[in-house]
């Protein structure tokens, strides 16, 4: 059964910074990439980045580029979200999400598996 | 970037009604389009990928279809467990641009 666990979410004061985990099981982390996806409260779904399996390729929005910096270790099956100069707007819940195994590795694919997020407020 | 505008951003019906949800992109993205479901307090759900591939264990009553520019999502037959937000994704490259968002309430 596929498992991603966040963790790390809390009360950050503006342009501080905090690192989000995300534990997987159930599943060949390595061979899959993962994103991250945001919700500000009472809002809609953002995509944040994305990374490959191998960690070769790399992509963010426009809106925490620069700031933040996605990476993994397949050695422990854990994705990482480092967050750098907080601002208010980034307040949301933070999920992990799976590609979907549909097609090969190169193939565009949805997110199949979410984890159940956890909660960055960013707040003087 | 390609802009994804759902329409309506709210809706609601009778259980038993069909309902339809639009979703259009900005330019073509070919079949690269996902539908989610988050019900109240819950983690989104995959429905559909490939625009009209519906996801293992997802109810028949789920429908979508299009291609290019102009996707559909439609229920055929509302539950009251239907009861949630709707989001179309594109998926094609990044930046992964979700819909604004489509509730959808029992009447």
């Known amino acids: 059964e596929v498992q991603l666990l966040e963790s790390g979410g809390g009360l950050v004061q503006p342009g501080g910074s905090l690192r989000l985990s995300c534990a997987a099981s159930?599943?060949?982390?390595?061979?899959?990439?993962m994103r991250w996806v945001r919700q500000a409260p009472g809002k809609g779904l953002e995509w944040v980045s994305t990374?490959?399996?191998?960690?070769?390729?790399?992509y963010y929005a426009d809106s925490v580029k620069g700031r933040f910096t996605i990476s993994r270790d397949n050695s422990k099956n854990t994705l990482y979200l480092q967050m750098n100069s907080l601002r208010a707007e980034d307040t949301a819940i933070y999920y992990c999400?799976?590609?979907?195994?549909?097609?090969?590795?190169?193939?565009?694919?949805?997110?199949?598996?979410w984890g159940q997020g956890t909660l960055v407020t960013v707040s003087s | 970037d390609i802009q994804m505008t759902q329409s309506p951003s709210s809706l609601s019906a009778s259980v038993g009604d069909r309902v339809t949800i639009t979703c259009r992109a900005s330019q073509g993205i070919s079949n690269y389009l996902a539908w989610y479901q988050q019900k109240p307090g819950k983690v989104p759900k995959l429905l559909i990928y490939a625009a009209s591939t519906l996801q293992s264990g997802v109810p028949s009553r789920f429908n979508g279809s299009g291609s290019g520019t102009d996707f559909t999502l439609t229920i055929s037959s509302l539950q009251p467990e239907d009861v949630a937000t709707y989001y179309c994704q594109k998926y094609n490259s990044a930046p992964r641009t979700f819909g604004q968002g489509t509730k959808v309430e029992i009447k």
């Open positions: 999400a799976k590609r979907h195994e549909v097609g090969g590795g190169g193939t565009p694919a949805p997110n199949d598996y």
């Open positions: 159930g599943f060949t982390f390595s061979g899959y990439a």
């Open positions: 990374i490959s399996g191998s960690g070769g390729t790399i």
